[in-house]
C-alpha cells in the first residue's frame, strides 16, 4: 500500500506533464526560409489517449488510468509564447535557447487551430515574418519555441523550450 502512495502521485504529476508537451511541427528540420518573407510556424500539443487491453486483470488499473488521462487531460492554463530565430554558427552550433533568444518573432499564447485527434494532436498555427537583415547566406539557424503553462490542481509551472533547425538563403 505504501507503494501504491508513493507510485501514483508521481506516475499522475509525470503523466499530466506529458500530456501537455508541445513541439514544433512546421517548419521541419532542413526547411529553407528567406528574410523578409513570412512563415508558418506550428506548434502541436500532444493529446491523451489510453487504449485499453481488454484484460480481464488490469481492468481496475485501465479504468484508473482512462480515469487520470482524463483529468491530467483537462488542459493546462497558457500563459504565454515567444517565437524566435536564432543564427548559428554552424549547424548543430546554436546558443542556448533560454539564455538568448535572438529575433523575437511572436509573442503570445498559444490557442487552438485545429486538430487531429485520430492521431492525438492539437495545434496552433501563428505566421511571423523572418528579419529582413543581411545573413551570410546560406547561415544554419534555429526557430525556437518557448511555451510557459500551468498544469494540475497546484497548479504547477512549466517553461518548454523546443527548436528545429532552418537554413536562412
Not at 501514483?8 to 521541419?28: D, N, W
Not at 495545434?123 to 546560406?138: Q, S
Request: with cysteine; glycine share 8%; hydrophobic share 45%.
Amino acid at each position: 500500500m505504501k507503494f501504491a502512495s508513493i507510485a501514483l502521485p508521481l506516475f499522475a504529476f509525470v503523466t499530466s506533464v506529458a500530456a501537455q508537451a508541445s513541439h514544433i511541427g512546421y517548419p521541419t528540420a532542413g526547411t529553407r526560409i528567406r528574410p523578409g518573407h513570412p512563415l508558418s510556424v506550428q506548434i502541436v500539443k500532444d493529446v491523451c489517449s489510453f487504449e485499453s487491453t481488454g484484460r480481464r486483470a488490469f481492468a481496475d488499473i485501465q479504468r484508473w488510468l482512462s480515469l487520470w488521462l482524463r483529468i491530467a487531460c483537462g488542459g493546462s492554463i497558457e500563459v504565454g509564447l515567444v517565437l524566435s530565430l536564432q543564427t548559428c554558427t554552424s549547424a548543430g552550433n546554436c546558443p542556448d535557447p533560454v539564455d538568448d533568444l535572438g529575433f523575437i518573432l511572436y509573442t503570445g499564447k498559444w490557442t487552438q487551430t485545429g486538430q487531429n485527434l485520430g492521431q492525438g494532436e492539437i495545434w496552433d498555427n501563428i505566421t511571423v515574418t523572418i528579419p529582413n537583415e543581411t545573413f551570410t547566406n546560406p547561415i544554419p539557424a534555429q526557430i525556437v519555441e518557448n511555451r510557459f503553462h500551468l498544469i494540475g490542481a497546484g497548479p504547477a509551472a512549466i517553461l518548454e523550450t523546443n527548436t528545429v533547425a532552418v537554413q536562412i538563403v
